[in-house]
């Protein structure tokens, strides 16, 4: 239910500038990234050092970056051994980079990366003074461990990953999807209360939770024990925000109820896993109409770091062009107005009515038993919705140039040995995905799409 408490979409400009929650600060004496191509091309020029917008954290008074860096996709490569490894090397880079130009708050988990996140962050972080960033990691305990002391030995290996002896912001991963999950992993180990006593004794400085999941449970832990949350990572972009798709619990019941216990929120999907970014042509030429230039992702990291109790905006930036475009959305800043918010709703509406996957490829489905490629199948499908080349019947004009756009494409991202046609409906993968698809019933529309593709049958 609504109160006017509740801060709308539009109210946010009106409360955006109040107080003490948004402050500019400057990093001096750090070297400008140089005159480097944006994400989309052309040259954009140096980067300003000293321009980041920061948040202050209302429970620790931490002055955050308005742009977090997620480590849930550090880039990789072909070591000596010829197996898979962190590329350290471009990691370093980056983590300077992101250092130099104010960011300032590093997410990872021990699940990220088949393990190998934490460590690599940790290695890179460790070479700038410790008081140059805050790092977050998380309590991935999703499949086990249930016992305390198995518990208490994750947290503890995550800290001796990272070279730390304290941990900024410690998270209870993904919660939501129920209760019984919720009371196995930390309430009946103990190992919520362990938490607890590490933030008393000082070794957690700030202790929240990820959320993806169903409203009741989200009440049932914002009030569980009264137990005073210093932060939440939620959702919230501009297709969720009021009207989201899928299992998803609109961000502005999320966002609203946490400012209401004065809870820190730290978003996470600020693009729908890169969905934002890649807007149906129609929608984009709304953007451009404004603001011509600007890609589709700014306008979604805008749209999520205008309000003003969002402490830091996730973004998991693999590629420097990617970190520098980034850098120029939130150093400086600037809030959305209502005029935009129009555009914003217009574009929803697009988007809502396109055909896309809700996938936001965070591969928490992986890996599948029989092979498949989750993620990449639905970001190859969604790709396709993006350019306005899906096909809705065999006399399109563009059909062979579209027919090979999507096969050509889909063998190039997807092995064959990894696509739809693979999939059995065996259904082990829905209880994992946060946002609720029914991952065989999409496979299937995928496969049956890239079927008549295959064998030019009618539409």
Known sequence: METKKDITRRDFLKVAGTGAVLSAAALAGCRPAGNKPSAT????????????????NPNTGDRVSLLGYGCMRWPVHTGA????????????????????HGVNYFDTAPAYIRGWSERATGIALARHPRDKWFIATKASNFGGPFDLEGCKNMFRRSMSEMQVDCIDYYLL????????????????????????????????????????????????????RDIKWDFCQIQLNYQDWTIPIGASIAAEYLYNELVKKNVAV????????????RVPEQALAMMNNMHPGDTAAKWAFRFAGTPPGVLTVLSGMVYMEHLQENLRTFAPFTPMNDAEYAVLDDVTDILANADYIQCT????????????DIPQIFAHYNKCVSAGQMLTSSDDDNYNKARRAFLVGYDRSVSKLRQADRCINCEQCMPKCPQGIKIPVEMAKVDAYAEKLRQKLAF
């Open 266 to 277: 730290v978003i996470m999907e600020p693009l729908l896993g890169g969905r934002l970014a």
């Open 41 to 56: 091309g052309g040259a954009l020029g140096d980067i300003p050092t000293d321009k980041m917008e920061y948040r202050t």
């Open 361 to 372: 490829t965070c591969e928490y489905c992986m890996p599948c038993p029989y092979g498949l």
């Open 81 to 100: 051994d010829g197996r898979q490894e962190i590329d350290q090397e471009t990691v370093n880079q980056l983590v300077d980079t992101a250092i130099a």
């Open 173 to 224: 991963h993904s919660l939501g999807g129920d209760l019984e999950g919720f009371h196995q992993r930390f309430v009946d180990s103990g190992f919520l209360d362990f938490l607890l006593e590490e933030r008393a004794a000082g070794r957690i400085r700030n202790l929240g939770w990820s959320f993806h999941g169903r409203k009741e449970v989200f009440d049932y832990i914002l009030n569980f």
